[in-house]
């Protein structure tokens, strides 16, 4: 699976894998998601990520725990 929306970069969090152009690592994403925050409460607290970004950091997490 491809993702175009998650990267890393071993100068950001330490090459956690994080939402493109942002400091927002998947890891947050899962934790807000475990929390009970949607995705669309998420995209609007943070209106600098997209809801395709969101969805993708949580669809990384999942193909990566396999």
């Known amino acids: 699976m491809t993702f175009q929306h998650i990267t890393t970069n071993p100068q950001i969090l330490g090459g956690k894998p994080i939402i493109k ?3 927002i690592s998947v890891a ?3 934790e807000l998601v475990a ?3 949607s995705v ?3 995209v609007q607290t943070y209106p ?3 809801l ?3 969805k993708e950091a949580v669809q990384y997490a999942s193909a990566h725990l396999r």
Do not use: A, M, P, Q
């Open 21 to 23: 152009g942002t400091r």
């Open 28 to 30: 947050f994403i899962l």
């Open 35 to 37: 929390s009970g925050t």
């Open 40 to 42: 669309g409460d998420i």
């Open 48 to 50: 600098h990520l997209s």
């Open 52 to 54: 395709e970004g969101v």
